[in-house]
């Protein structure tokens, strides 16, 4: 599945981005959520479907090219909006990251995270070695 398709499969309403963890080495960036569903009915819609659900998820984006953070210099540490891509053509795409950040005054700051980089999966910690790119 491409990733646009694939991001599509994925319900962020009334999650939360817990951390992110941008690895240089092995060009890749993790965005944590404290829980995942899938979205896997005919309709697009996520009617409540939990049977999929994986508790502290990590999205991954691996073959990182870049990674560019909005000029608020702000941290997600709240709602995850959405999150999308779109094919490049060069054959990689371009992973946008709609998300939030809300400080100890409960102000909410709206932040967007641009990443460059080639495919996307994601992982379930209780079963680390799996990559689940369906």
């Known amino acids: 599945m491409n990733p646009i398709e694939f991001l ?4 962020f309403g009334d999650r939360f981005c817990t951390k992110i963890v941008v ?3 092995n060009n890749i960036f993790e965005f944590h959520v404290n829980r995942v569903s ?3 009915d005919v309709s697009g819609e996520w009617n409540n479907y939990t049977d999929e659900d994986i508790e502290n998820a990590i999205i991954v984006i ?4 870049k990674v560019i953070f909005d000029d608020s210099g702000l941290i997600p540490n709240d709602q995850i909006y959405d999150i999308y891509a779109t094919h490049l053509n060069d054959g ?5 990251f709609e998300t939030s950040h809300v400080d100890q005054k409960a102000t909410t700051y709206d932040i967007t995270i641009k ?3 080639e495919s996307i999966h994601l992982l379930d910690p209780a079963e680390p070695d799996i990559k ?3």
């Open 62 to 65: 691996a073959g990182v090219k």
């Open 92 to 96: 990689t795409y371009e992973f946008i």
């Open 38 to 40: 899938r979205i896997r």
């Open 23 to 25: 690895d240089g080495q």
């Open 115 to 117: 990443i460059i980089g």
């Open 132 to 134: 689940i790119y369906e």
């Open 8 to 11: 599509k499969t994925i319900y």
